[in-house]
């Protein structure tokens, strides 16, 4: 019998710019971790690779310690790299990511600056770009929707984090299943905070 076919091909995560001094400004920013901590598990069950930024981490600091970037344990990035690009998609990161189309979500923050900068990027490159709406936020929650309905526009697909995973895996008959269900379960309250506070707009 052949292999069971994932439901979104070639996947990766974006994680823009979730440092520690950002915390205070940006609204529901406990809720854009958490969303984010969801995918990393997720990315990791799924063999997602994962990009990383942070925006001139001596000023602004490094990544939210609680994502487990890079450590032992954690999830391993592509890339982790610094930048003054309002995008993510600086030499450095565009060099590491892989050859073909990708599937690219991205969580992060300001939606309407340097994700909305992001997508629109990774749409000129020619690649699919998914914005979950659970996880990403702005200094200003008004902004939100704004950005999101112009990045829909643009071509983005503006979705869930539980929506895309269970796309990304197509089929309960795949072997990661009931480890991807146990994530699920592991977040579903948080998950219902999260769509309580950034997806009721």
């Not at 809720?31 to 069950?45: P, S």
């Not at 600086?90 to 979500?105: E, F, M, R």
């Amino acid at each position: 019998m052949a292999a069971t076919a994932r439901g979104i091909v070639n996947p990766a995560l974006f994680i823009c710019d979730l440092q520690e001094k950002f915390r205070p400004a940006i609204y529901e920013y406990a809720k854009v971790i958490t969303t984010t901590q969801k995918m990393l598990k997720a990315a990791k069950i799924l063999n997602i690779p994962v990009f990383a930024t942070t925006q001139q981490a001596s000023k602004l600091g490094p990544t939210c310690s609680e994502l487990d970037l890079d450590s032992p344990g954690g999830v391993a990035t592509k890339i982790h790299a610094d930048k003054t690009l309002f995008s993510m998609i600086t030499p450095d990161v565009k060099s590491a990511l892989p050859s073909g189309k990708l599937s690219c979500v991205i969580v992060g923050i300001e939606s309407h600056i340097c994700v909305t900068q992001t997508t629109l990027d990774l749409l000129a490159l020619g690649h699919k770009v998914y914005v979950l709406a659970d996880g990403v936020s702005s200094c200003n929650r008004e902004e939100v929707p704004i950005a999101l309905a112009r990045l829909r526009g643009e071509g983005a697909v503006v979705t869930t984090s539980e929506s895309f995973i269970f796309e990304a895996m197509g089929d309960a008959g795949i072997s990661e299943f009931k480890d991807i269900a146990g994530v699920v379960k592991e977040f579903k309250e948080g998950t219902k905070g999260v769509l309580g506070s950034l997806c009721k707009f």
